[in-house]
C-alpha cells in the first residue's frame, strides 16, 4: 500500500512519524532528508520576465555560516539569472504518490561553477488532499 516503499520511512529511525501537510526542515536535518531525494527543480524569478525553472543536482554542505544547498554544474542561465538576482527556490518532488515535497527558498550567490543557496527556511509539503499518502519519518 501507500508508503511501503517510501524512502522516508526508516524503521526504528528518529521521532515518531509526520503526518501533517508542512513540516518544517531543522538545518541539522536537511542533509539527511535531501539524501533521500533525487533531481531538484530550480526556480529563478527575473523582474519582467518567467521564471526560469532548470533541473538540477544538489546537495547540502556545513559551512561555519551554516547549512548551504550546493547546486552542481547548474546551466549556464542558471548562473547568470542568479548573479543578477539571488532569489532561489528549490523543490524536490514526492518520490512517492502522495509523498511529500521538499522546498527550500533561500538566497544563491554564484562560485565557480557552482551555486551555493544560504536557507531561508526548507520544509516537507504536501497538499491536503494528499493526506492519504505515507506519512513522513525521521
Known amino acids: 500500500g501507500p508508503g511501503s516503499d517510501d524512502p522516508g520511512r526508516r524503521p ?3 521521532p515518531p512519524k509526520e503526518s501533517t501537510m508542512t513540516i518544517p526542515v ?6 539527511g532528508v535531501l539524501a533521500r531525494f533525487g533531481a531538484a ?3 529563478t524569478p527575473r523582474s519582467g520576465s ?6 538540477v543536482d544538489a546537495h547540502a554542505e556545513t559551512t561555519p555560516a551554516g547549512v548551504e544547498i550546493v547546486v552542481e554544474s547548474p546551466h549556464p542561465a ?3 539569472r542568479v548573479a543578477a538576482e539571488p ?3 528549490l523543490v524536490w518532488p514526492p518520490l512517492v504518490h502522495h509523498g511529500h515535497s ?3 527558498d533561500g538566497w544563491g550567490r554564484v562560485d565557480g561553477p557552482y551555486i551555493r543557496v544560504r536557507l531561508d527556511h526548507a520544509v516537507l509539503h504536501r497538499p491536503g488532499s494528499h493526506s492519504d ?3 513522513w519519518l525521521w
Do not use: H, K
Open 12 to 14: 526504528g529511525s528518529g
Open 26 to 31: 531543522p538545518d541539522e536535518a536537511l542533509a
Open 41 to 43: 527543480v530550480m526556480v
Open 50 to 55: 518567467w521564471s526560469r525553472v532548470l533541473t
Open 78 to 80: 542558471g548562473l547568470r
Open 87 to 89: 532569489l532561489v527556490t
Open 102 to 104: 521538499l522546498v527550500v
Open 133 to 135: 499518502g505515507p506519512d
